[in-house]
């Protein structure tokens, strides 16, 4: 059963996100939370798999929530996926630098808001790729604090190929197809390049290809 902490200020989107989730037999909702304070102490309390976390509530806003969630070593296994209103919102991309493993429109499909929880808790982070890409790559480029690209120099040149590849949005089985390995050949290659370079999840290694400069604003593969 996947446990889901809902964060968000509005009752309203907290019932309808509830009303989806409960009715699904592999989900289950832990949890609500009106602000930023209320959602770090369910988490500590609750444990779940995933916060839904609203970038925009009082008090304390989901982006420093985030920072105080992914940075505890204690809630490692919790995954923090970003609600906003615009795909293009600028703390975005600031949001999956502070660890959070993707985002989502409110107004998403129901369907696809869906498949993003069971992806997200099965470890493939990234969300909405060809959105998601677009966002990174343009917040990247305006980036003022670029990593270090001497990180890159852990990593063996396949893996450096597997990270490019993952910096444009293609999945595994997707790199698997253009490097002609297996998906789980791919799969050790993203894992170990993540591994490596810190990064909590797949997200973050697309934040440090770009950041790296590995892969470029406007690279779309």
């Given at each position: 059963?996947?446990?889901?902490?809902?964060?968000?200020?509005?009752?309203?989107?907290?019932?309808?996100?509830?009303?989806?989730?409960?009715?699904?037999?592999?989900?289950?909702?832990?949890?609500?939370?009106?602000?930023?304070?209320?959602?770090?102490?369910?988490?500590?309390?609750?444990?779940?798999?995933?916060?839904?976390?609203?970038?925009?509530?009082?008090?304390?806003?989901?982006?420093?929530?985030?920072?105080h969630i992914t940075e505890d070593e204690s809630l490692d296994g919790v995954k923090v996926v970003m609600l906003t209103?615009?795909?293009?919102?600028?703390?975005?991309?600031?949001?999956?630098?502070?660890?959070?493993?993707?985002?989502?429109?409110?107004?998403?499909?129901?369907?696809?808001?869906?498949?993003?929880?069971?992806?997200?808790?099965?470890?493939?982070?990234?969300?909405?790729?060809?959105?998601?890409?677009?966002?990174?790559?343009?917040?990247?480029?305006?980036?003022?604090?670029?990593?270090?690209?001497?990180?890159?120099?852990?990593?063996?040149?396949?893996?450096?190929?597997?990270?490019?590849?993952?910096?444009?949005?293609?999945?595994?089985?997707?790199?698997?197809?253009?490097?002609?390995?297996?998906?789980?050949?791919?799969?050790?290659?993203?894992?170990?390049?993540?591994?490596?370079?810190?990064?909590?999840?797949?997200?973050?290694?697309?934040?440090?290809?770009?950041?790296?400069?590995?892969?470029?604003?406007?690279?779309?593969?």
């Open positions: 059963m996947i446990r889901v902490l809902l964060a968000d200020d509005q009752i309203l989107v907290r019932a309808g996100f509830r009303a989806l989730l409960d009715a699904q037999p592999d989900i289950s909702v832990a949890g609500e939370a009106a602000d930023g304070h209320e959602a770090l102490s369910l988490v500590r309390e609750l444990r779940p798999d995933l916060v839904l976390m609203d970038i925009r509530m009082p008090e304390l806003d989901g982006l420093a929530a985030t920072r209103t615009f795909e293009l919102d600028e703390y975005v991309f600031e949001a999956l630098r502070s660890g959070a493993s993707g985002f989502l429109v409110k107004d998403t499909e129901p369907d696809e808001l869906l498949r993003a929880v069971r992806a997200v808790v099965a470890g493939d982070a990234l969300l909405s790729p060809s959105v998601t890409r677009r966002l990174i790559a343009e917040f990247a480029a305006r980036s003022k604090e670029p990593a270090d690209a001497a990180l890159l120099a852990q990593l063996t040149d396949r893996e450096r190929e597997v990270m490019t590849l993952v910096g444009i949005g293609l999945s595994n089985e997707e790199i698997a197809r253009r490097l002609v390995v297996s998906p789980l050949t791919a799969k050790t290659h993203v894992s170990r390049a993540m591994v490596k370079l810190g990064a909590r999840d797949r997200a973050q290694l697309v934040v440090l290809a770009y950041e790296s400069g590995l892969v470029r604003p406007g690279w779309l593969g």
